[in-house]
T-cell receptor
Framework: ETGVTQSPTHLIKTRGQQVTLRCSSQ?????VSWYQQALGQGPQFIFQ???????GRGNFPPRFSGLQFPNYSSELNVNALELDDSALYLC?????????????FGPGTRLLVL | QQQVKQSPQSLIVQKGGISIINCAYE??????FPWYQQFPGKGPALLIA?????SEKKEGRFTISFNKSAKQFSLHIMDSQPGDSATYFC???????????FGKGTHLIIQP
């Protein structure tokens, strides 16, 4: 186990609603990244937070937003949910945001949008 | 545009055999290439990683071979065991804040 925890484990929402997913980083890690993994696909990078600031973003619309707190825990917020947002959402923490830092993944939150 | 192409999509290997998974990348800025293993219901777990300054890295039964000129890298699992049955992802990154770019995954089954 990596020490990265996520909550909730499963979630069901309806189209148009908003959702907040939570992640607790591994002890001592100040960087967290979020990924979306659709069924049968590899994870896709959403964004990264380093010391409470977003410092990198993948090809996701602004309705995907996040927060990182002083204790380095993190939230992923998704507004105006669409059916295609159904996926496993993974957070990964790393010691820092430097090049090639190992990312340790949590077990994920499975989101179903109906 | 898929920046990391992984093959095969699925692979069946007999116990004790060698499992080989291949990846190719397009972005020459990539300088870190990890392999992750994922079991059903779990998050990906780092297996082994390589940087382009070496052509091979071995850790136990797992070996990465890296060909910088061809922009290809592969994972070899020696003496494959049923417990190795999982989905394997190659990935690449070119900078700390860019995140990892993953391949689509290889579903590996090791038959006893």
């Amino acid at each position: 186990e990596t020490g990265v925890t996520q909550s909730p484990t499963h979630l069901i929402k309806t189209r148009g609603q908003q959702v907040t997913l939570r992640c607790s980083s591994q002890s001592g890690h100040n960087t967290v990244s979020w990924y979306q993994q659709a069924l049968g696909q590899g994870p896709q990078f959403i964004f990264q937070y380093y010391r409470e600031e977003e410092n990198g973003r993948g090809n996701f619309p602004p309705r995907f937003s996040g927060l990182q707190f002083p204790n380095y825990s993190s939230e992923l917020n998704v507004n105006a949910l669409e059916l295609d947002d159904s996926a496993l959402y993974l957070c990964a923490s790393s010691l820092t945001s430097g090049r090639g830092e190992t990312q340790y993944f949590g077990p994920g939150t499975r989101l179903l949008v109906l | 545009q898929q920046q990391v192409k992984q093959s095969p999509q699925s692979l069946i290997v007999q116990k004790g055999g060698i499992s080989i998974i291949n990846c190719a990348y397009e972005n020459t800025a990539f300088d870190y290439f990890p392999w992750y293993q994922q079991f059903p219901g779990k998050g990906p777990a780092l297996l082994i990683a390589i940087r382009p300054d070496v052509s091979e890295k071995k850790e136990g039964r797992f070996t990465i071979s890296f060909n910088k000129s061809a922009k290809q890298f592969s994972l070899h699992i020696m003496d494959s065991q049923p417990g190795d049955s999982a989905t394997y992802f190659c990935a690449a990154s070119g900078g700390g804040a860019d995140g990892l770019t993953f391949g689509k995954g290889t579903h590996l089954i090791i038959q006893p």
